[in-house]
């Protein structure tokens, strides 16, 4: 941030590349909210929404789009994920009609019923993780609960082998310097060999469920249909790219807000920020 006192945070600033926005992003959230709640930013080129009705207004705006090719030339968007004529979106960067097809699909296999059936193991997992802790008066959440516990269970509800569980994580952690808009070429050639990693690893499973079925995830990918229309396998390994990835890191991100906001923040006064 510049020495200015009157500036407020941008770029960098606003990004985990910045130590106190990586430790304690609440204090430079809290400054644009009070003086620049709609920030646009120049360093990246794009809009930071701090207040929790502007964030609302977007995320209901039909007429804005998730795909970031649709986004212009030097977009942060585009910078950020690369963006180039091989650019193929995950799920959470696909719009109607592909987004709605796809989801369709996803939800005749990741529901509510799957979901509840899933939760006494997963719940057999959490507390599996807190006994192991030796001494519960003093420990590092993050490494002995936060990290594990969603790679874990999303492995389980996937059906992949659990054993393999520092490589997905490791995998997953590699996939975030897609979040990292200076990547130098070494973090690059990290973030391609993490996805080729994954995206071999899903195919060979999903080769295996093709001939034999299992009570899991990825085999009822393979089997949901709507309308007559199936999943391929390049959308089933993208929906195991978003599961393991999106949901891992912001699980893991989850618990360790939820232990740290009390120390923080008055619950009393507690504004929701976007």
């Not at 807190?130 to 959440?141: A, N, R």
């Not at 389980?156 to 995998?171: E, H, P």
């Not at 899991?216 to 599961?243: F, K, M, P, R, Y």
């Amino acid at each position: 941030m510049s020495n200015d006192e009157t500036a407020v945070p941008t770029g960098i600033s606003l990004t985990h590349l910045d130590p106190v926005f990586r430790e304690r992003p609440d204090e430079y959230l809290d400054m644009l909210r009070s003086r620049e709640p709609v920030h646009q930013d120049r360093m990246f080129d794009r809009v930071v929404l701090t207040r929790a009705v502007d964030v609302d207004a977007v995320m209901n705006n039909r007429e804005l789009a998730s795909d970031p090719r649709k986004s212009r030339p030097g977009s942060f968007s585009r910078v950020q994920l690369k963006v180039d004529e091989t650019f193929q979106p995950l799920i959470l960067h696909m719009d109607d009609p592909d987004h709605k097809r796809l989801r369709s699909l996803v939800v005749k296999a990741f529901n509510q019923v799957a979901v509840d059936a899933m939760r006494p193991r997963i719940t057999e997992v959490a507390c599996g993780l807190l006994d192991d802790i030796d001494d519960p008066s003093c420990f590092d959440i993050m490494e002995a609960y936060a990290r594990p516990l969603p790679t874990i269970a999303i492995a389980l509800m996937l059906g992949v082998d659990t054993a393999r569980c520092d490589d997905f994580k490791q995998w997953s952690d590699g996939k975030l310097q897609m979040f990292n808009p200076q990547r130098t070429p070494e973090q690059e050639a990290i973030l391609a060999s993490c996805n080729a990693a994954l995206t071999s690893y899903f195919a060979e499973v999903i080769q295996k469920r093709r001939k034999e079925r299992r009570a899991d995830l990825i085999s009822s990918l393979i089997d949901a249909e709507e309308d007559g229309e199936q999943l391929d396998e390049a959308e089933i390994t993208n929906v195991c790219h978003s599961l393991l990835f999106a949901g891992n890191v912001t699980t893991t991100d989850l618990i360790g807000n939820a232990v740290l906001v009390p120390r923080h923040r008055d619950y009393d006064s507690l504004e929701v920020a976007g």
